[in-house]
Structure formats: structure tokens, C-alpha cells
């Protein structure tokens, strides 16, 4: 099992940035792949971002041009730059692994933007 802990979320403005940060117990380095998913109150769980073992990024169409995310191997960390913030990106915000195809969460960490 994988331990994630995240980071980096808060309140700020709509048109504002935030930079969210998920670090592994263990070595990311042969993890198949991470990301970010985001529930919003009464809203299913849904992908935000993903990167794969080999460096490859998808995103969701409501981010794409305002999210980027990255990885870095000796820190066992990856993040989740927001840029272009709207009040829709308001949820709490989870890291994951999947290794392995055995899926580990992290607790979340709340976003909120206002307008």
C-alpha cells in the first residue's frame, strides 16, 4: 500500500493559482500512474489529471490549458499547478496511485475559489 499526502489547497479568487502537491511513502519511479481526482458536494469523484510511469498526461476537458501536471522522481512527489481558477473547480481535491492496478487515496485536500 501506497501513503499519500497532500498538500497545497485553500481558498483563493477566481483568475487565481494554486499549486497542489502529493508525496508517496515509497519510490514513484515504476508506478504505472497518478493523478488527481476532485469531488465536489454532492457530486460523484471525477478525474482531474493523470500521469503514467512513462511521463504521458491526460486531463479532463474542463481543465485542459489551466492544469499541468508533473512529477518529481527523486522527491517521490507529483503536483498539480491551477491556473485560471473558476468557482466550478471548487471541491475537495485527491491524489492516487495505481500500482500494479491496486488503487491507493490520499485524505484530500480542499479547494475553494470565490468569485
Known amino acids: 500500500q501506497v501513503t499519500l499526502v497532500e498538500s497545497g489547497g485553500g481558498l483563493v479568487q477566481a483568475g487565481g493559482s494554486l499549486r497542489l502537491s502529493c508525496a508517496a511513502s515509497?519510490?514513484?519511479?515504476?508506478?504505472?500512474?497518478m493523478g488527481w481526482y476532485r469531488q465536489a458536494p454532492g457530486k460523484q469523484r471525477d478525474l482531474v489529471a493523470v500521469?503514467?510511469?512513462?511521463?504521458?498526461?491526460t486531463y479532463a476537458d474542463s481543465v485542459k490549458g489551466r492544469f499541468t501536471i508533473s512529477r518529481d522522481l527523486a522527491k517521490n512527489t507529483i503536483y498539480l499547478q491551477m491556473n485560471s481558477l473558476k468557482p466550478e473547480d471548487t471541491a475537495v481535491y485527491y491524489c492516487?496511485?495505481?500500482?500494479?492496478?491496486?488503487?491507493?487515496w490520499g485524505q484530500g485536500t480542499q479547494v475553494t475559489v470565490s468569485t
Open positions: 500521469i503514467t510511469s512513462d511521463g504521458r498526461t
Open positions: 492516487y496511485t495505481n500500482k500494479r492496478f491496486v488503487i491507493d
Open positions: 515509497e519510490s514513484i519511479f515504476s508506478i504505472n500512474a
